[in-house]
């Protein structure tokens, strides 16, 4: 059945290493993003990827990377510069066909930093 | 990046009250979306509203695009336990793709 899965769920780092986070779909949308939550508050965008091979900054990306070699992958990779890597992180994906465009989201994965 | 101003910020209500909650903007916007997240889950879309003045309904959701295209509001009728999560809005400015979120509404249902 279609939709967004990241992996693990849960995921623990020693500080100074980096994670890669897994986000698949196979949902065919075109456009996929990266959003960081924390406690009490709302989403920031991490990335955004349009189409394969082409990524964005979003408003936080300092600390991060990430890779569109498929279209319906789209890992993000916390490196050891993110001074505050511990958070929930969440994976979106949408059409990408215009104004109608809705976003939908995976299930998250919280990591936490020790 | 810039922030919807949600309200309230979170709401005790008892089963089968009514819920009311509202997000506005400075700036115009194309879409709006509502979402609802349980604690360690991902937002799940309830529902979207591409027109102004559109109200549209979700068994007991009800939202609206505000005629001004800056402002929303959703609606949650007879409440009952499992209402009890986190509603963001979230709407496009216009170049699609790039949301921006409200800070939340957390609803707490009492029998």
Redesign the interface.
Same mark, same amino acid.
Not at chain 2, 96 to 99: E, T
């Given at each position: 059945d279609g939709g967004i899965t990241q992996s693990p769920k849960y995921l623990f780092r020693k500080e100074g290493q980096n994670v890669t986070l897994s986000c698949e779909q196979n949902l065919n949308h075109d456009a996929m993003y990266w959003y960081r939550q924390d406690p009490g508050q709302g989403l920031r965008l991490i990335y955004y990827s349009q189409i394969v091979n082409d990524f964005q900054k979003g408003d936080i990306a300092e600390g991060y990377s990430v890779s569109r070699e498929k279209k319906e992958s789209f890992p993000l990779t916390v490196t050891s510069a993110q001074k505050n890597p511990t958070a929930f992180y969440l994976c979106a994906s949408s059409p990408g066909q215009g104004s109608s465009d809705t976003q939908y989201f995976g299930p998250g994965t919280r990591l936490t930093v020790l | 990046?810039q922030?919807l101003n949600q309200s309230p910020q979170s709401m005790f209500i008892q089963e089968g009250e009514d819920v009311s909650m509202n997000c506005t903007s400075s700036s115009i916007f194309?879409?709006w979306?509502w979402?609802k997240q349980d604690p360690?889950?991902?937002?799940?879309?309830l529902i979207?509203l591409?027109k102004a003045g559109e109200l549209t309904s979700n068994g007991r959701l009800t939202a609206q695009f505000g005629i001004t295209r800056k402002d929303s509001f959703l609606n949650i009728s007879a409440s009952i336990p499992s209402d009890v999560g986190i509603y $963001?809005c +979230?709407g496009?400015l216009?170049s699609?793709?790039?949301?921006q $979120?409200? +800070?939340?509404t957390q609803v707490v249902v009492t029998p």
């Open positions: - | 990046g922030q194309n879409t979306l979402y360690g889950e991902g937002p799940v879309l979207a591409y $963001f +979230a496009h216009g699609w793709g790039k949301l $979120f409200g +800070a939340g």
